[in-house]
């Protein structure tokens, strides 16, 4: 399986909270938009302003990241992942979430290969699917 990692997925599995993805690792390859990187981090150090994560928490937190990161395929954002990402959707889409949808699709476009896109974001996995993505991780 080609996955697509959205954000949702790697925070999961970087703080443990709630359900993570039962399919994590078990894929042929993953990706996701070199944003990532970006969300995770400023999440996590909210997180860690909240209180809800500890210096050593933190710290774990930021290694695994990393390491996800070197793992996996970051696709770039490039201007025409944005001009994708501006066009009209079917459903409601927030701004970022709206740029890996973009990634996912025009890497399926260039590649022509089908990936799974993983997400524990309910609305997100609902554009997903609306959009032709099959779709994973959302209750």
Do not use: C, N
């Not at 933190?58 to 025409?80: D, F, N, P």
């Not at 990634?103 to 554009?127: I, K, N, P, Y």
């Amino acid at each position: 399986m080609i996955v697509y990692l959205d954000t949702s997925t790697v925070l999961q599995a970087l703080v443990g909270r709630g359900t993570t993805l039962s399919e994590w690792g078990q894929w042929e390859r993953a990706y996701t938009s070199g944003l990532m990187g970006v969300e995770a981090r400023r999440a996590l150090d909210r997180l860690r302003l909240e209180q809800a994560l500890d210096d050593d928490g933190l710290a774990t937190a930021h290694e695994a990241l990393g390491a996800i990161e070197s793992a996996i395929g970051a696709i770039r954002l490039t201007a025409a992942v944005l001009r994708r990402a501006s066009r009209p959707m079917a459903t409601v889409v927030k701004t970022l979430d709206a740029i890996h949808l973009a990634s996912a699709l025009l890497f399926e476009e260039h590649r022509q290969e089908r990936m799974v896109f993983a997400t524990h974001d309910r609305r997100q996995g609902v554009a997903a699917r609306a959009l032709g993505l099959q779709v994973i991780g959302t209750a």
